[in-house]
């Protein structure tokens, strides 16, 4: 399994009954997790004196539920990128930490090339990957269906004095982006993914990850350069194993570009027991 151990200002504490118990800079959250399966007893005082709790509701949501004075939003530093923290609706902040080691991956791929990359990022979130590719010195186009999260994106980059590096912000869906820049002709050395398990169209239609990964992959396949540097595909989709998207990424791009192509969960190490807790899958092709 891969690790992000380079945090400082977030840490995973302890697990027990669904529920995680993290630090993100001086904030104590507590936040559920369906793979935390085991019941350990909360030793931590942290479990008791936590600043504010995300409980889930039986009929889809949840709401927050606050004991100690959170912010509306406060900052968290990794390396030299800073990363804007606001607790959301569905549990999330605005940061997934495990993906700290893809950041690294992909940061040190583009300075080991000494040579201008342009590097895509789709479904590309409130921007951390992108940042860690700009921050590294790739032109970046980052794209999201969300305006909201794109805003935020732009504001993590502010907030890490890079907003002046080379970059896109669009707010596009990713597959007919995808659509157009094969027929404009533009290309990309490096693609980073991380697209949903599910969701809905503005007209309605379903996106399934299962269904719909395949024919993604093979339009992203034509966008990618003559001489690509690294393909990274990210999925927190139970039913898709490492494997299978390893295998994937194998059919789509080595035939292509030749290479090789590797996969496995990623992780966080969890202080109070020093085991470690799996947090989703990412296949990487890299020439």
Known sequence: MRLSEHWKDYELIDTSDGERLERWGDIILIRPDPQIIWSTGRKNPLWRNAHARYYRSNKGGGHWETYR???DRW????????????????????????????????????RNEN??????NLFGYTGCATLACMNAGAMVCHV????????????NAQSSSIADLPVRWLVDDCVKFVQREIRRGN????IIMDPPSYGRGPGGEVWKLEEQLF???????QVLSNNPVFFILNSYTTGLSPAVMEYLLGVQLQQSFGGCVSSDEIGLRVTDTGLVLPCGSTAIWEK
């Open 69 to 71: 004075k959170v912010p």
């Open 75 to 110: 900052t968290i530093r990794y390396n030299q990128l800073v990363f804007n923290i606001k607790p959301m609706g569905f549990k999330h902040t605005g940061v997934f930490p495990e993906q700290a080691v893809n950041w690294d991956y992909a940061a040190k791929k583009i």
């Open 115 to 120: 040579r201008p990359l342009k590097v895509l």
């Open 144 to 155: 999201d269906a969300s305006k909201g999260m794109v805003q935020w994106a732009r504001e």
């Open 187 to 190: 290309r990309y050395d490096g």
């Open 215 to 221: 024919p993604l992959v093979d339009l992203c396949r």
